[in-house]
């Protein structure tokens, strides 16, 4: 079982930056898919950026210049990189990992969430 362990939300205003980290513990991070998540009150979860073991990412569109996923798989963690925030990325910000190979049928873990807020 992987375990993930979410840092670095808070509070910033408009036009700031902030860095979230996700720390997996467990013996097949390097091999898992990763991707942040958010999810916004009284709106639907949405894929925000996924980065594959190989290191190809994808981004929503919303977020595409502003916002950088990266990994290091030395040290087990995935970061989302936020540049230029506006108050409509505030939400509650979640980390997943995925099996490569079956994209999720194999194992699909969460973590807790972690609430960032961006002020005008």
């Known amino acids: 079982q992987v375990q993930l362990v979410e840092s670095g939300g808070g509070l910033v205003q408009a036009g700031g930056s902030l860095r979230l980290s996700c720390a997996a513990s467990?013996?097949?991070?390097?091999?898992?898919?990763m991707g942040w998540y958010r999810q916004a009150p009284g709106k639907q979860r949405e894929l925000v950026a996924r980065i594959t073991s190989v290191g190809r990412t994808n981004y929503a569109d919303s977020v595409k210049g502003r916002f950088t996923i990266y990994r290091d798989n030395t040290k087990n963690t995935v970061y989302l990189q936020m540049n230029s925030l506006k108050p409509e990325d505030t939400a509650v910000y979640y980390c997943?990992?995925?099996?490569?190979?079956?994209?999720?049928?194999?194992?699909?873990?969460w973590g807790q969430g972690t609430q960032v807020t961006v002020s005008s």
């Open positions: 467990g013996r097949t991070f390097s091999r898992s898919a």
């Open positions: 997943n990992a995925k099996d490569e190979a079956t994209m999720g049928g194999l194992y699909d873990y």
